[in-house]
């Protein structure tokens, strides 16, 4: 392991067989991994963890089948169900994370693809909520044609997230009404187009581990700016309502984490969705690897609060980032 950790601190890229060896290291070797990942992860990041909170500005009622989503066509999740939320939850979200001077403020909005109308009026709240604050807005946005890309970008859009989700050889499992080629072709026209991209995936959905390698590595080839790294949090009424999570343990979660920041030693490195569940109790060594959490919940899983987020930061002997667009 020695020799892989020397690569990935002088930024020579890892082989898929040496992914695999970082996430299947005995658990009494983690103490190991993790000095290494934090002294790379201090390199790049230093010793600050920043927060991001995510308001989900439409939600419900997608045309796609992704298994894991309350969201779906296909689910029976009792969730609330609106277009595009009223411009004030907006701006009340906007100025909590300017008054807590949190690194982002992301804004989901269901679906995969919008009109032309609707894109319009977004980039109109987008618009004025960059008047009033200027902290820098990341979208989930789904898929956009060029010219609703350009508009979002001119609005003020600063980062565009557009996951993976799992392997390509897995997604299949779960979800059919698009493809993985459809994400990466997405994700490339979007750096075209000049967003910053965030980039990540969600574990714990039945995939292998030599599924979650091969996502981390694709991920690498997308060089994105930030890699949010979910952990399955199953829903009541998603086709995963039922998944067996329980190979999701600290150290497995961990072995992740690392083998993310390996992958991709520059990019903001986001312990994202189950956090709070698989990694209680681990937030020192969580924040070796990662650099970034949410904070205010999951579009349609509740999270920790802003000032809880903080504390946590804090008690583990970090520091919170505080950030300008």
């Known amino acids: ?23 299947d290291l005995p658990d009494d070797r983690l103490p190991e991994l993790l000095d290494i990942v934090y002294a790379i992860r201090r390199k790049h990041k230093g010793n600050t963890v920043g927060i991001q909170i995510l308001t989900n500005a439409r939600s419900g009622s997608c045309s796609q089948n992704c298994a894991y989503c309350a969201q779906s066509r296909d689910s029976e999740a009792d969730i609330d169900k609106y277009s595009l939320v009223p411009y004030e939850k907006l701006l009340h979200d906007g100025r909590v994370a300017r008054d807590s001077r949190l690194a ?27 008047k009033e604050f200027d902290t ?16 979002l970008k001119d609005a003020g859009v600063n ?10 050889n897995f997604y299949g499992n779960i979800c059919t009404t698009h493809s993985y080629d459809e994400r990466i072709a997405n994700i ?25 390698a091969d996502m981390l590595l694709d991920i690498r080839e997308l ?3 930030s890699v949010p790294v979910n952990f399955l949090i199953p829903l009541e009424g998603t086709a995963l309502a039922g998944a067996d999570t329980s190979h999701l343990t600290p150290e497995y979660c961990l ?16 312990c994202a969705a189950g956090r709070e569940i698989y990694l209680k109790g681990r937030e020192k060594s969580m924040f070796c690897a990662a650099d970034s959490i949410f904070a205010s919940g999951y579009l349609t899983a509740d999270g ?22």
């Open 159 to 168: 980062r565009i997230n557009h996951n993976l989700n799992t392997s390509r």
């Open 136 to 151: 820098q807005i990341c979208c989930s946005i789904g898929f956009l044609t060029p010219a609703q890309a350009r508009k």
């Open 304 to 325: 920790q609060s802003v000032d809880e987020a903080i504390k946590l930061i804090t008690d583990a002997g970090f520091e919170y980032r505080i950030e300008s667009a």
């Open 255 to 270: 072995k992740i984490l690392c083998l993310a920041r390996l992958l991709t030693p520059k990019s903001d490195i986001r």
């Open 223 to 225: 060089q994105p700016q």
């Open 188 to 212: 490339r026209m979007l750096q075209g187009v000049g967003f910053e991209i965030c980039c990540g995936g969600i574990v714990g959905m039945g995939e292998s581990r030599a599924d979650v």
């Open 1 to 23: 392991m020695s020799k892989i950790l020397k690569k990935s601190f002088e930024s020579e890229p890892l082989s898929r067989e040496e992914a695999l060896e970082i996430l």
């Open 104 to 130: 982002r403020h992301c804004i989901g909005l269901s679906g995969m693809r919008f009109g032309d109308a609707e894109i319009e009026a977004f980039a109109g709240q987008v618009r004025a909520l960059k």
